[in-house]
Nanobody, 122 residues
Framework: QVQLVESGGGLVQAGGSLRLSCTASGLSFSNRAMGWFRQAPGNEREFAAAITRSGGGIYYGDSVKGRFTISRDNAKNTVYLQMNSLKTEDTAVYYC???????????????WGQGTQVTVSS
C-alpha cells in the first residue's frame, strides 16, 4: 500500500518559517517525481513546488517562488518544503504527492498524502 505522510505544519507569525516533510512508503521513491500542493477553504488545489527523481529539475508556483525551497533525500524516502517569509495568504492545507514525472497539474499525480495544516497569523 502506498502511503505519503506529511508533517511539520503549524501556526506561525507572518515573516516566519516552517519546514514541511513528507515520508513515502510502498513505492520506489527514487523513481518518482514529488510535489507539494496547497488548498485553502473554498479554493482549488494550487501548485506550490515539484522536483524530479534525482533532484536535478525543480518547478515553483509563481506565488511561492523566491520564498519556498523544495528538496529531497532519496536515502530517507523524504521530500521537504522549506517555507520562508511566510504570508497570511500562505495559510492552507499542504499536500504531498508522487507521480511518474514532474508536473504542475494535479491530474498528473496518482498518490496523495492526507495533508498538514499551515496557518500564518498577522
Amino acid at each position: 500500500q502506498v502511503q505519503l505522510v506529511e508533517s511539520g505544519g503549524g501556526l506561525v507569525q507572518a515573516g516566519g518559517s516552517l519546514r514541511l516533510s513528507c515520508t513515502a512508503s510502498g513505492l520506489s521513491f527514487s523513481n518518482r517525481a514529488m510535489g507539494w500542493f496547497r488548498q485553502a477553504p473554498g479554493n482549488e488545489r494550487e501548485f506550490a513546488a515539484a522536483i524530479t527523481r534525482s533532484g536535478g529539475g525543480i518547478y515553483y508556483g509563481d506565488s511561492v517562488k523566491g520564498r519556498f525551497t523544495i528538496s529531497r533525500d532519496n536515502a530517507k524516502n523524504t521530500v521537504y518544503l522549506q517555507m520562508n517569509s511566510l504570508k497570511t495568504e500562505d495559510t492552507a492545507v499542504y499536500y504531498c504527492t508522487a507521480g511518474a514525472g514532474i508536473s504542475k497539474s494535479t491530474e498528473d499525480y496518482a498518490y496523495w498524502g492526507q495533508g498538514t495544516q499551515v496557518t500564518v497569523s498577522s
